[in-house]
């Protein structure tokens, strides 16, 4: 049977159409898309909360909200941003290019799938509802503890932190199960000759993200249901009066937390070499070092959770150990930075706007991962803790790091997704406009926290003044570039250029042996590797 | 295109006419401690050192970028598939060189710094509390010739610079400035004790160094020795709900025998304020001084008019506590009365009676039951308040 | 598409379970470890 007759024969296969496909769908390609334009939407929704915020700081004085509302913003912009736009985007890709990279026929559970993707819009509902209900005069808005949910404010807190408790366990859910769909796909359904060292790269990052998910999630949603019950129910786990201890919740919380920004960037460490792979026209160096590194990484990253609240004040030894420990992780990162460099060195590189992102990420998330260096030590820390050097510090690893990797993604793999070739002029304005208004948005921010402006604040001091004004006009400048991004997407996925199999010339993988975009059912027989 | 042209010149001379005053710090402030000055040795040293790897990298890949490139015919080189030893080589460079500044170059002093912040004993000469609540903070002096001093430091900038959309000049010290400021003689080792009535808060003087939560239920531990005269100002660094930014630190650092004489005038002024219980106050005197004490600390929940901000905050304007009675037939004042509710808080609101003195209590419910669109028409004497915390 | 799986020790379903039981067995003893009355 030639392959035209079997594409022919795909059109006639049922699967629903309109709505009731999207519901039902157990396809990765279709659920994919769905986490991605989850994300896409959830991203503009969290970046017009921060225009909000960053339109308040233009100026000392309060000009747009009042205290209490600032607080909700910050919390909840933190909240769709991680949750809401970056998890959901990687699943996105996860979803869509795993199976295609092993040659697999679907994801290995594919219902699980679909509950997966449908657990996260009740759980956007959830966080956003109580703004919306306050302007009813029902509760006093949505959660205004920060996204980190602190006892014992987040236990004087109204029902908005009754709902973001609800919100986080939904989606801890979701990202349980897709976890546990990955990890499944990843062990039993790699084409015949992909042993797990002959894996992309991409795969084993979300291998890695995929066990952290697992280790840590239910930490969390451990952590603010007993909030609930002390909330609620009359416990006293983080109460002091009853005999807890309000930083009995941040140990929960940072298990947890800490994981979780390499849970935000291990997706992207695996797809990043693939990119500077196909761009540089020369395989990737040092594949084992870099999963070994991962490896380190992912190990690593669960025992340094308390360095994220050095002051709140422990033993000597608990000091030093997290801070030894944390400085540890810059070891294999410097070998992941090498082996990135190393990939590039004396390729023959083109810089098309999927590698534009790629090079510049390595420069900026390098900047990122340099200033936690520093945060690592404790005494010095206690100048850096939440002021806005550390707000500086996360935004380069989370933003530049995390959305602009995923912005690489997107520009990498939009021609494979939608068959169409997005524009190239656009793709490099795009990445020009959020490169140098990004770095003018937060290198000021660096500066606002060592002269010592603390974060969380909606109102500042007089000598705060200039660095606060220039980060907001930047930030402007940045949320309004990224309808560029959107304009792009869009138009691609409508039409334009035809792009082929190969897309790019570089390009290795077993998604690009498939048409674009692949058939509904990608792989009509398996293919066998090398 | 015009209006575009005209938007970017008027941001541009904007930016230009801020730059006038402009006030660009490029580091901490000055250290006025031991522990300041050291975090701002390593700080410089790792920015130096990471900074030097940063260019050294970025040199190499814009090289790289301009070199290696397709449109300048560049045959791209296959690495060849090293010998182990080879791989394991290259690979350990990037390693052992962050090997060598983590725990070398800034591990071994970093050691040494640790152990020094957390040494609050050795040396110190005398002991402060310090208690944070919503939303000021509380400086107690536990020993030596300043023991038993305990005041509250509140904002002193005035409210309605505070307030959404007020446009007039605001105060030099906007936000960082205090009623009652901390005194500290200048280079004494001074002992810190931190906790929390409420919420986590966190103490911080960016020119100290030093920065410590304030835990409710728990002591914890740090230590300043301010080595120069000055005033030092900093804020709340945990965020602890809607006064987060408007609870601020104002610090004075004076020579030993200036913190004498403050010593002795302050213990003055505190008698003299507690002195006041004793008295018989009149109705009029009471409201007044109720009102500058509801303004100070009841105002940011219950709202200047008393209408409060339900649910969160309830309204004291037409409340049953405010308009019911204070005291049963025994003469003990009646729990949920309005008396109970100032002494000891409930939920949120803070146990007022480790904050106030008796004047400044019995004056704001005085002022409560008479202003605010109350008008119960009776009074509370500060001798009542006093006997009702035995 | 007959085969969904290589061939492979432990089935699909089985290593989903195990993965599921051990998060929702993580999240009851991360409270009851810290439970204190």
């Known amino acids: ?506 390009a290795k993988g077993l998604e690009w042996t498939l048409t674009s975009p692949p058939p509904y059912h990608s792989f009509t027989e398996q293919p066998t590797v090398k | 295109m015009q209006g575009f042209k005209r938007i970017s010149l008027g941001i541009l001379a904007m930016l230009a006419s801020i730059n006038v005053n402009a006030d660009y710090s490029w580091n901490f402030p000055a250290p006025a401690t031991p522990m300041a000055l050291d975090t701002l040795h390593v700080h410089n040293k790792f920015m130096t050192i990471t900074g030097i790897i940063f260019v050294v990298v970025l040199l190499i890949m814009i090289y790289s970028i301009f070199a290696h490139r397709k449109s300048k015919s560049f045959k791209p080189v296959v690495d060849k598939v090293p010998s182990t030893a080879v791989e394991i080589f290259w690979t350990l460079i990037p390693f052992a060189i962050l090997l060598l500044i983590d725990f070398v170059i800034m591990g071994i002093p970093a050691y040494h710094s640790v152990v020094m912040m957390e040494d609050t004993r050795d040396k110190a000469t005398m002991v402060i509390k310090i208690t944070g609540s919503q939303w000021r903070w509380q400086y107690e002096y536990m020993d030596g010739d300043a023991k038993g001093i305990k005041f509250v430091s509140n904002l002193s900038t005035p409210k309605e610079q505070t307030e959404k959309g007020f446009k007039g000049i605001k105060d030099e010290h906007y936000l960082l400035e205090v009623d009652n400021r901390l005194v500290l003689p200048v280079g004494e080792k001074v002992r810190i004790l931190m906790t929390s009535n409420d919420v986590l808060h966190n103490w911080w003087v960016p020119q100290f160094g030093s920065s410590r939560v304030a835990v409710p239920g728990f002591l914890r531990e740090t230590w300043v020795q301010v080595d120069r005269e000055g005033t030092y100002r900093g804020q709340c660094k945990e965020l602890c709900g809607k006064g987060h930014g408007y609870m601020p630190v104002v610090v004075d650092a004076v020579p030993m025998d200036q913190f004498k004489i403050w010593v002795a005038a302050k213990k003055d002024e505190l008698a003299k304020a507690s002195a006041g219980s004793d008295k018989e106050w009149n109705k009029e005197d009471l409201i007044a001084n109720g009102k500058t004490v509801y303004e100070k600390n009841c105002a940011v929940c219950h709202q200047i008019t008393g209408a409060g901000l339900p649910p969160a905050f309830p309204p004291l304007t037409g409340s049953k506590i405010a308009n019911g009675p204070i005291f049963g037939a025994d003469g003990k004042y009646l729990k949920d009365s309005h008396l109970d509710r100032v002494l000891n808080g409930v939920r949120v609101m803070p146990a007022w009676k480790t904050m106030l003195n008796d004047t400044e209590i019995a004056s704001v419910i005085t002022y409560e039951r008479n202003a605010l669109g109350n008008s119960v028409g009776d009074v509370l004497q500060p001798a009542q308040v006093k006997a009702a915390r035995q | 598409m007959d085969d969904k799986k290589t061939s492979t020790k432990v089935s699909s379903k089985k290593i989903a379970y195990i993965l599921g039981g051990i998060a929702l067995i993580w999240y009851v003893t991360s409270m009851f470890t810290i439970w204190h009355h």
């Not at chain 1, 986080?168 to 990843?186: C, E, K, Y």
């Not at chain 1, 920004?261 to 040092?286: A, N």
């Open chain 1, 1 to 506: 049977m030639s392959t035209t007759t079997v594409a022919h024969h795909e059109e006639h296969h049922d699967h629903p159409a309109g709505i009731m496909r999207w519901l039902t769908t157990t396809n990765h390609k279709d659920i994919g898309t769905m986490y991605l334009t989850f994300a896409l939407i959830m991203f503009l929704v969290g970046g017009v909360m921060i225009l909000a915020i960053r339109a308040e700081l233009f100026q000392p004085g309060l000009q747009l909200m009042n205290p209490e509302f600032y607080n909700q913003l910050i919390g909840v912009h933190a909240l769709i941003m991680i949750f809401a736009a970056l998890m959901p985007a990687a699943t996105g890709f996860a979803n869509w290019m795993i199976p295609l990279q092993i040659g697999a026929p679907d994801m290995a559970l594919p219902r699980l799938n679909n509950w997966g993707f449908w657990l996260l819009p009740p759980s956007a509902i959830l966080l956003t509802l109580p703004f919306t209900l306050a302007l009813f005069g029902i509760g006093d808005g949505a959660l205004a503890t920060g996204w980190t949910f602190y006892p014992p404010l987040s236990v004087q807190g109204g029902i908005g932190v009754d709902f973001a408790i609800f919100a986080v366990h939904l989606l801890g859910i979701s990202s349980v199960l897709g976890s546990i769909n990955i990890i499944v796909t990843l062990f039993n359904m790699r084409a015949p000759g992909m042993t797990l060292m002959k894996m992309p790269m991409f795969a084993w990052g979300w291998l890695i993200t995929a066990f952290l998910l697992i280790a840590t999630i239910p930490v969390l949603a451990g952590a603010v249901t007993m909030l609930l019950t002390d909330r609620h129910f009359g416990t006293h786990f983080f109460d002091a009066a009853g005999g807890g201890d309000p930083i009995m919740f941040q140990h929960l919380f940072w298990f947890f937390g800490h994981p979780e920004v390499y849970i935000l960037l291990l997706p992207v460490w695996g797809f990043i070499p693939q990119i500077l792979e196909t761009f540089s026209r020369k395989p990737m160096y040092g594949y084992k070092a870099q999963v070994y590194s991962l490896w380190a990484i992912g190990a690593l990253a669960v025992v340094v959770w308390a360095h994220h609240f050095f002051t709140a004040g422990m033993p000597v030894p608990a000091l030093l150990y997290f801070m030894y420990s944390t400085m540890a992780i810059s070891l294999p990162l410097a070998v992941l930075f090498f082996c990135w460099i190393k990939t590039m060195w004396k390729g023959s590189m083109s810089f098309e706007t999927p590698m534009l992102f790629a090079v510049g990420w390595i420069i900026l998330f390098g900047i990122g991962g340099l200033t936690g260096l520093v945060l690592a030590d404790v005494a010095a820390d206690a100048q850096y803790h939440n002021s806005y050097f550390v707000v500086a510090h996360f935004h380069y690893t989370l933003f530049a790091g995390g959305i602009m990797g995923i912005m690489a993604g997107t520009y990498y793999w939009l021609p494979k997704m939608t068959g169409h070739m997005y524009s190239e002029k656009l793709g490099k304005l795009h990445f020009w406009l959020t490169a140098i208004s990004f770095n003018l948005t937060f290198i000021p921010q660096f500066f606002l926290g060592l002269a010592g402006m603390p974060r969380r604040i909606p109102d500042y001091a007089l000598q705060f003044t200039e660095f606060n004004m220039i980060s907001s006009i930047s930030a402007f400048v940045l949320g309004f570039s990224q309808l560029l991004f959107v304009y792009n997407i869009v138009t691609c996925a409508r039409g334009g250029k035809k792009a082929t199999d190969q897309v790019w010339e570089g």
